[in-house]
């Protein structure tokens, strides 16, 4: 499934999978998680029909396990790129592991989360700002996670203003 958005949108959003909803809808985020993303971009004052909003991998995986299908990361990326440089958010916030391994690496995402990276033309996924975060799914399972999210995506929309 593609993401989409205004393009020259400056904030992107990037999960990982679409769910069953997600998969049955042809949108990314419309589920339960989708629900405490569009409840954290309120927070934040951001309104999702702002943003790119997209998923790494564009298809659901068998028992939505991603890890176990490496080949599908590896074709999805080659699109999800393509997307990305069409839509070009300055600012991109990476929502779960999956979403943040090409630009923070393979960690746990309590040790990246709240961090910022920049990666500059040369590199595979363009040149902008990255912040890695929790995914909103993990956040249905601890609520407490979510200030965590919010946090992080104001330190994403307020990057924005730094780059204007």
């Not at 958005?5 to 679409?18: F, N, Q, T, V, Y």
């Not at 069409?86 to 916030?93: A, F, G, I, Q, S």
Request: proline letters at 8%; glycine letters at 12%.
């Amino acid at each position: 499934m593609p993401g989409g958005g205004p393009i020259g949108a400056p904030l992107g959003l990037l999960g990982e999978a679409p769910g069953v909803q997600e998969a049955a809808s042809g949108l990314p985020f419309v589920g339960q998680a989708g629900r405490v993303l569009e409840d954290a971009l309120a927070a934040v004052g951001v309104r999702r029909q702002d943003c790119y909003v997209g998923n790494r991998v564009r298809c659901r995986p068998p028992a939505n396990r991603i890890s176990e299908y490496p080949d599908a990361l590896n074709e999805c990326d080659t699109w999800t790129r393509a997307e990305l440089a069409l839509y070009n958010p300055r600012v991109m916030v990476l929502l779960g592991k999956t979403a943040f391994t090409p630009i923070f690496g393979d960690h746990p995402v309590w040790q990246v989360r709240g961090h910022m990276r920049h990666t500059g033309v040369e590199h595979p996924w363009g040149s902008r700002l990255w912040v890695a975060t929790y995914h909103p799914a993990a956040v249905l399972r601890k609520m407490e996670l979510f200030e965590m999210l919010v946090g992080d995506i104001r330190l994403a929309a307020s990057a924005i203003g730094d780059l204007v």
